[in-house]
């Protein structure tokens, strides 16, 4: 490497001292002074990245951090910093190919097993994953955050895990199923525990740990993982909205409304806070109240988001007796997510009680070619047929509904 321009030099320290200050934006004006007069100057175009990285540039950085690899490429740190901006950007593919020149040049650079293993992960590549992810405990079994990391790796196992085998076909299959996925649950709990003993503060450990308690029905040591981010850290959305999701599984409908609106209050502009507290308003029987936050849904949301908020909104002016109006949300949800299994289902109910049932049948005819194992709409196509007299194919629906239900 050639000298440091004595100049440069100077412009570089005084960047170096505002970085520090946390001062990134004036950080950035004295290291552009100093790859103005020098180049090459690595440690410059480095901490320029860095600077960048910490303002949420994560494009200037990724260049920065390239060009530090084009003039060093024996330095582990610029594929390292480079595998992360791209992880950062969801570019998990060529975020592994730098990883490994990082670890090339360094077998026992610790974190960039963990970066490599959540890149892995987000390209499905479990096993590989969990395997940088014990290597890099191996290195450094002091460091929190590749439990953490493993840990989230066995809850998205287990979600892949039960997504992939679903529908189960056979009660063996379920067993299976749900023994492989508490297996997966559990060892995720023991990583997130061991990140908390390592890091008390580890806010994102509790609520990791919450949830997948949660999953394997530990309910109360979830809600107390879940009071502990929220005392932690009280403007933690995602604590509020997930306890007001569990509050809701478990029947705890007026306190799910207390943190769906917590959360609101927190982000209104996220559509699914207003959804969810939407659906619990529906729950509870205060339909108007419920139409008023679908209607939010419908404001904020795009896509199937949007086509939730319509469904619900339909399904709200159906408990009023609304059974028209509904219907005419109910096509906008379909219209806009053509498919959407439960927006058919839905409007088929409502079709029903105005006695058009052969409509309704064929929109659970729709819902079941979506999704096989929609018991609803067979318990309720059975009873549409029945209606038109057609009792062979009602008793096919009847015997399809009691088979996915035991």
Request: aromatic share 12%; net charge negative; with cysteine.
């Amino acid at each position: 490497m050639q000298p440091v321009d004595s100049e440069a030099r100077t412009f570089f320290e005084k960047g170096l001292a505002e970085f520090e200050k946390g001062n990134n934006a004036e950080a950035i004006l004295f290291f552009d002074k100093a790859i103005e007069l020098d180049p090459d100057y690595l440690e410059a175009i480095g901490y320029r990245g860095d600077a960048k990285a910490n303002l949420g540039d994560k494009e200037g950085a990724l260049l920065d951090f390239e060009r530090a690899q084009d003039i060093d490429p024996q330095n582990e740190i610029a594929p390292f910093r480079t595998g992360e901006m791209k992880l950062n950007l969801g570019r998990f593919e060529e975020a592994v190919e730098d990883l490994d020149k990082a670890i090339q040049l360094d077998p026992d650079y610790a974190l960039a097993y963990v970066y490599r293993g959540q890149a892995r992960a987000e390209l499905q590549n479990f096993e590989e994953a969990k395997s940088d992810l014990n290597r890099a405990i191996d290195l450094d079994p002091s460091n929190e955050v590749p439990y953490y990391t493993r840990g989230q790796v066995k809850s998205s196992m287990a979600s892949d895990y039960d997504e992939k085998y679903h529908p189960s076909t056979t009660k063996r299959e379920k067993e299976t199923k749900a023994k492989k996925c508490v297996e997966l649950r559990r060892g995720a709990i023991e990583d997130f525990t061991r990140a908390i003993e390592i890091n008390p503060k580890f806010v994102d450990a509790y609520y990791s740990r919450g949830k997948s308690k949660f999953d394997i029905g530990e309910s109360e040591s979830a809600f107390a993982d879940m009071d502990i981010v929220i005392e932690k850290e009280p403007a933690y959305y995602d604590a509020y909205f997930d306890r007001g999701l569990y509050k809701g599984e478990l029947g705890m409908h007026e306190e799910s409304l207390e943190d769906y609106s917590k959360a609101i209050e927190l982000k209104p502009d996220d559509p699914l806070g207003w959804l969810m507290r939407g659906g619990t308003y529906e729950d509870l029987e205060r339909y108007g109240e419920a139409i008023e936050d679908f209607d939010k849904v419908i404001e904020l949301g795009e896509g199937s988001i949007s086509s939730f908020g319509y469904c619900g909104r339909g399904s709200s002016k159906m408990h009023q007796g609304r059974h028209r109006a509904a219907i005419k949300d109910f096509d906008k949800a379909v219209e806009i997510w053509h498919n959407y299994s439960d927006g058919y289902f839905l409007r088929g109910v409502a079709k029903a009680h105005l006695g058009k049932h052969e409509d309704a049948i064929s929109d659970y005819t729709k819902a079941i070619e979506l999704d096989p194992d929609h018991v609803g709409a067979y318990k309720y196509r059975c009873l549409s047929k029945e209606k038109i007299r057609d009792f062979k194919g009602a008793a096919e629906d009847m015997n399809t509904y009691r088979r996915l239900t035991n």
